[in-house]
């Protein structure tokens, strides 16, 4: 995006984590399985993929394990993109 020269507001999850209202926010009413990182080992150990944790569950197990949350996360308006797809970016943007 920034060969692109697309303007973008970044943050360093890892060094800024967001807090349970900003996760609630961001997650809003999107469905469990958009925004779980399922290479994260949490998700493969508690096979969450056959047995998806309910929102609530998912939102507490992502503030202990934030590695759960699936990355990175766009939004423009009420848009949002989970995960890295180049073309779905684009279109987003």
């Known amino acids: 995006m920034q060969a692109k020269k697309i303007p973008l507001d970044e943050r360093e999850y890892g060094k800024n984590p967001l807090?349970?209202?900003e996760l609630r926010e961001l997650v809003g009413g999107e469905p469990v399985e958009n925004f779980l990182n399922p290479r994260n080992a949490l998700y493969r150990e508690?096979?969450?993929k056959q047995k998806p944790p309910?929102?609530?569950e998912a939102i507490k197990l992502i503030l202990g394990e934030p590695n759960l949350l699936r990355?990175?996360?766009?939004v423009k308006g009420n848009k949002?993109?989970?995960g890295f797809s180049e073309a779905e970016a684009v279109r987003l943007l």
């Open 46 to 48: 508690r096979n969450m």
């Open 71 to 74: 990355r990175p996360v766009m």
């Open 19 to 21: 807090s349970e209202k």
């Open 80 to 82: 949002k993109l989970w």
């Open 54 to 56: 309910s929102r609530e």
